[in-house]
Each structure stands twice: as structure tokens, then as C-alpha cells.
């Protein structure tokens, strides 16, 4: 009877030390996948274009001086009516065409050094706003604008109200292929990190994607644009 209780035993034992080595062989497979699983490389793709920017913002703004104040709102609209009529002679709708209240100072309530009298009591700044979506023209006129200078309307420049804006507005259409590129230029990156490391490339760990930029090509020709992205993405590696 002993001597079955411990054949028994034996053979109990036999076999928690065959489960256990099993266990620990399938646990240690485990490990070593899960610690391959865990290396892992970061790369960032970019995608870099230029487009045709789609939409234009012209402010043409002139000054008008005068101690009348009757007669210098007489003289703005009638400058008024020959840039209108001049933008729409050149190509351009009246739809494409606004005009904002001019905006008038009165010297006579400001105070100067000396007390000199400024030789016109008001000054007046109008300004006529171009939006088009027809670039070409638009630039076009522009180059020809001098031709009202002539006329003797006195234009105003260089300040911050009075600066052409060049927009691009199609950013959803390219945003699929942009995004695209990037991620392929970034995996052909891992596939050359891992194959360098004598390592296979595995799936995606995690990705991220940068904010698009829109930016003007160069200062001479901010109507064309370069639109950037940058993809992030982080791969898995394996031997």
C-alpha cells in the first residue's frame, strides 16, 4: 500500500515538474516575444508642395486734405467713381468691389508743437477693397494703377490696413494625398533604419500628424504658397 502511495506520488511529481517546465518555457517565449514587441523607432515624413493661392484681398487706399469739409467729401467720392470705374473697366465685377467709409480727421482739435496751423484743417483716408478670386488681374491692374496717379489721386501704402492678402482655401481638397506622402516617405525612413539594423519593420505603434502650414513661396511672390506637414510615426521593430 506505501508502496503504491508513493509510485503515486512520484509520478505526481513527475508531472508537476513536466507542467512547471512547460510553464516556465511558454512564460520565458512569452517574454522574449513581448520584449521584441517593445522596440521600437520613431521617424517623421514630410510632404511639401506649392499652389496658386485662390482668393485675393486688394485694399487700395488714397488720402484727400482740404479745409472744406463739404468739398473734400465731394472730392473722395469722385476718386471713389474712378477707381471703381477704372477696376471694372480692367476686368473686375462691381460684386468684386466695396467701399468703406472714409475716415476724416479734424487737425483743429489736435495739439502742435508751436501752435502752427497745419495748412489743411481735415485729412481723409478712403479705402476701396478688392476681393477676387481672379489672381491674374488682379495683379495685372495693380501694375497698371499708376496710370490714376496721374489723374492726381494721391495713393497710400506701406502700413498695415493697406497690405494685398493672398489666401489659399483648398486646404481639405490636398490634405488626404499630403497626408499620404508623408506617411509614406516617413515608413520608406523606418524601412531603411530597421534594414540598416539588421531588424524587421513591424506595425504601427502610434502615429501623429503635424499641423499644416501654409506659408508664401518668397516675399516676390507671396500669391504662390507652400503648404507643409509633418507626419510623425513610431514603428515596431523585431529581429
Known sequence: ??????????????FIFLGLTCLGYLLGKSAIKFKEYERS???KGLSEREYDADIVIWPIQFTEAGNDLEDLYSA????????????EKS???SEEISVASPAITDKSAQQ????VRPEFRYSATQTVTVYSKNIGTV???MSSLSDLGKEGIVFSGGNYQSQTEYLF?????????????????AREVAQKFAADSQSTLGKIKRASQGQFSISD???NNPHIKKIRVVSTVEYYLSD
Open 169 to 185: 482655401t483648398r486646404l481639405n481638397e490636398i490634405k488626404p494625398q499630403m497626408v499620404e506622402e508623408a506617411t509614406r516617405q
Open 112 to 115: 502742435y508743437a508751436g501752435n
Open 76 to 87: 473722395i467720392e469722385a476718386n471713389t467713381l474712378k477707381i471703381r470705374n477704372f477696376l
Open 139 to 141: 495683379r495685372g491692374i
Open 41 to 43: 523607432v520613431t521617424v
Open 217 to 219: 513661396r518668397d516675399k
Open 1 to 14: 500500500m506505501q508502496k503504491n502511495n508513493r509510485t503515486s506520488a512520484l509520478v505526481l511529481g513527475i
Open 91 to 93: 476686368g473686375l465685377s
